[in-house]
């Protein structure tokens, strides 16, 4: 296996840890965008569109996740080009919707409401 030296370090590089840096990266930079759009969409909504869903937040939470998924799923199985936001969109909801499902989970979502 190929090894480089880094010069300024000593440390051996291997292309194991160069591509762990390239995930690293890729990583941060799309936790970030997640982050910058979760806020963003937390500005129109704000928290109770979550936490006062019927049948609380888990449920509401649930709903939202499992349409996402059968859009994803109705996409991909058809091949059809989506005409209102893109499989990449929907990830992205998805993702986001689970960040939100830990923080009501650690009763960090909506401070005025404590229950899931």
Same mark, same amino acid.
């Given at each position: 296996?190929?090894?480089?030296?880094?010069?300024?370090?000593?440390?051996?590089?291997?292309?194991?840890?160069?591509?762990?840096?390239?995930?690293?990266?890729?990583?941060?930079?799309?936790?970030?965008?997640?982050?910058?759009? #979760?806020?963003?969409?937390?500005? /129109?909504?704000?928290?109770?569109?979550?936490? $006062?869903?019927?049948? +609380? =937040?888990?449920n509401? #939470?649930?709903?939202?996740?499992? /349409?996402?998924?059968?859009?994803i799923?109705n $996409?991909?199985?058809? +091949? =059809?080009?989506?005409?209102?936001?893109?499989?990449?969109?929907?990830?992205?909801?998805?993702?986001?919707y689970?960040?939100?499902?830990?923080?009501?989970?650690?009763?960090?979502?909506?401070?005025?409401?404590r229950?899931v």
């Open positions: 296996m190929a090894t480089m030296i880094d010069r300024n370090m000593g440390q051996y590089i291997t292309p194991t840890l160069v591509r762990e840096v390239h995930l690293e990266t890729h990583m941060a930079a799309t936790i970030k965008e997640l982050g910058d759009l #979760l806020l963003s969409k937390h500005r /129109d909504y704000g928290p109770k569109n979550i936490s $006062l869903a019927p049948g +609380g =937040a888990v509401g #939470l649930r709903v939202r996740m499992h /349409d996402k998924l059968a859009r799923n $996409l991909v199985d058809s +091949g =059809a080009d989506p005409q209102h936001e893109s499989l990449e969109d929907s990830f992205k909801d998805m993702a986001n689970a960040i939100i499902g830990l923080l009501v989970l650690r009763g960090q979502w909506d401070e005025d409401i229950t």
